[in-house]
């Protein structure tokens, strides 16, 4: 490509540590749109002719079929994906492909490429939690009503429901869903092309054409910034960086739930895996895996803004690294949203054991204490010493949860303590009585999950 200026081919580690095709080649769907467009708006603008442009939009389209079909033949010593499709345009139309370049350089081509994956990733990306999001719905209005203990610093604190805590994963991810709408559209605004290699061209291209062609908002308003940018990539990133960490957690509890010594659930034998020794076991593999990609894609974050970190102005060959890392992060991500969502539609949740260990650890002492305060008018912080002396008091006799208590021996704590009392410590009713806004209790479960149901089919009707 530039044999006019040198006499010897590169050095082989050269062409190694410099060939970016066995990664970019990634992007050879947005680099044949980008050169269709950029033709297309050449020939408008009379820089080349009608049926030049023609014939790069049909050599152009070959050439997507070679590569979908696998028959393209990609070359290293050709670099990356613009200059192997450039070179292969150039073998099948010869003259009209070496005037596909004019008024366009790698720079601003391989900005837009990008920039055009990266909101497509976005959206897809955007699907895969919305298919998470509806499995969650699911198993959260089938288990609206079945009690688990909730905890605080892993401690159990108070009985909710499996739905509700299911719940809560459905609202991280749709604001999850909100920040890959955004780094979407920031990835679709300004269109780089037309920057060339930094200072634009002084030939008289038409860069609203291009944009408009692509997709973009307009074209980006500076062509240093044009060329140099990565923060739609960075902001990408983060946000997956952000919804991975969500998926984590879950990934966490289902290792815990699914372990013999909660025993909370079980995941099916397809996300399940053996032990080539022990017979017994089954293993929560992809969940352990999710907790692990999850800080690699946070790590890709971190590499990504150091590439970017104090590089000057305009383009450098550091910013080639940015894809791998991207990609890299894109993928791990997809893993882990489908992974879960195949867990979570399989997972079968054991109701006995998540209510008795729910029971467990006087979770339903704080039902005693506000029932102290509203029947019998006493101060929630007098109220909350009353049933702590009551906790001592069964913790002594060897209960473990309140409800096994007698109501003789809570009476000689404090002889305000009725039936009625005892009667609100069953973990049913500590879960139906906490039926605030955003509460545990069944009834504010189901209506949230209508609430989601109604949601979620608005936004597929949008896209529809
Ligand atoms: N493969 C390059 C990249 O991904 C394309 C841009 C090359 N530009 C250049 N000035 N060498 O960054």
């Given amino acids: 490509m530039w044999g006019g200026r040198f006499a010897a081919k590169p050095d082989t580690v050269m062409q190694a540590i410099n060939a970016s095709i066995g990664v970019d080649k990634r992007l050879w769907r947005e680099d044949i749109e980008g050169s269709k467009a950029h033709a297309a708006m050449l020939a408008a603008c009379g820089i080349i002719t009608r049926d030049e442009a023609d014939k790069i939009h049909e050599g152009l389209e070959a050439i997507a079929l070679d590569i979908a079909s696998g028959r393209f033949v990609f070359d290293e010593a050709l670099e990356d994906i613009h200059l192997n499709i450039e070179a292969r345009l150039t073998d099948m139309i010869g003259e009209p492909g070496r005037r596909l370049h004019t008024a366009r350089s790698r720079n601003d081509q391989v900005a837009t490429d990008f920039k055009l994956w990266t909101a497509r990733a976005c959206d897809a990306a955007g699907d895969a939690l919305s298919a998470l999001q509806q499995v969650l719905l699911d198993r959260a209005e089938e288990h609206a009503d079945w009690v688990m203990p909730g905890f605080t610093h892993l401690q159990t604190a108070m009985p909710i429901t499996l739905g509700h805590h299911l719940l809560a994963y459905v609202e991280m991810l749709d604001r999850d869903a909100m920040r890959l709408a955004a780094a979407a559209s920031m990835a679709r605004e300004g269109c780089p092309l037309g920057a060339a290699a930094l200072a634009g061209t002084g030939f008289p291209i038409d860069r609203g054409m291009t944009a408009k062609l692509l997709g973009f908002d307009g074209p980006a308003g500076n062509s240093l910034d044009a060329v140099s940018s990565r923060d739609f990539a960075l902001q990408a990133v983060s946000v997956l960086a952000i919804c991975a960490t969500h998926l984590s957690r879950l990934a966490e509890e289902i ?103 729910a029971e467990k650890g006087f979770s339903t002492a704080t039902e005693l204490a506000d029932w102290l305060v509203r029947a019998a008018g006493i101060a929630f912080r007098d109220a909350h010493h009353i049933v702590g002396a009551c906790v001592k008091k069964a913790e002594a006799l060897g209960h473990e949860s309140l ?53 979620l089919g608005a936004l597929d009707e949008e896209e529809a």
Avoid: H
């Fill in 403 to 455: 409800s096994s208590m007698a109501l003789s021996e809570f009476q000689t704590i404090d002889p305000r303590i009725n039936a009625e009392a005892v009667a609100q410590l069953s973990v049913d009713k500590a879960v139906e009585a906490r039926d605030s806004l955003g509460g545990t209790a069944p009834q504010r479960v189901r209506e949230a999950v209508q609430r989601w149901r109604a949601a």
């Fill in 255 to 357: 290792v815990l739930w699914t372990s013999p010594q909660f025993g909370f659930a079980r995941l099916s034998d397809a996300w399940s895996t053996g032990s080539s020794i022990m017979p017994q076991k089954r293993n929560p593999d992809a969940a352990e895996l999710i907790r692990a990609k999850a800080s690699r894609i946070a790590a890709d974050f971190q590499a990504l803004a150091s590439i970017v970190n104090a590089l000057p102005l305009a383009y450098a060959k550091d910013l080639q690294e940015d894809k791998a890392l991207t990609f890299s992060a894109f993928d791990s991500f997809d893993l882990c949203a489908a992974a879960l969502r195949g867990m979570m539609q399989t997972i079968r949740f054991n109701r006995q054991t998540m209510a008795l260990a």
